[in-house]
Nanobody, 123 residues
Framework: QVQLVESGGGLVQAGGSLRLSCAASGRTFSMRAMGWFRQAPGVEREFVAAITWSGEGKSYADSAKGRFTISRDNAKNTVYLQMNSLIPEDTAVYYC????????????????WGQGTQVTVSS
């Protein structure tokens, strides 16, 4: 129904910044909230940030608050994650997610998922 494609991952030194993008295509007319999750080796996927349709409702994990900023451009069906002051603990595969409800949830029961993009932060 909906395809999500992430981009912008890579290798960065601690203290640096990255901007992730997620472009949605397909049956996007009913898509509402979008978000980002991450998964490091050997651990479960965890919530990072999410944003409502209007862009005015935002939620962040405690680990992301104050360092990461989520935004979206509905004309482009794209959501962004600006990551500043990166630390090695941010190293993970970052996944874009979307759902048809405009209510943000912080668990993994979202409808659509991208393939993920690797973020590696060196010390």
């Amino acid at each position: 129904q909906v395809q999500l494609v992430e981009s912008g991952g890579g290798l960065v030194q601690a203290g640096g910044s990255l901007r992730l993008s997620c472009a949605a295509s397909g049956r996007t007319f009913s898509m509402r909230a979008m978000g980002w999750f991450r998964q490091a080796p050997g651990v479960e996927r965890e919530f990072v940030a999410a944003i409502t349709w209007s862009g005015e409702g935002k939620s962040y994990a405690d680990s992301a608050k104050g360092r990461f900023t989520i935004s979206r451009d509905n004309a482009k069906n794209t959501v962004y994650l600006q990551m500043n002051s990166l630390i090695p603990e941010d190293t993970a595969v970052y996944y874009c997610a979307a759902r048809n409800s405009d209510i943000i949830i912080t668990y993994v029961s979202w409808s659509y998922w991208g393939q993920g993009t690797q973020v590696t932060v060196s010390s």
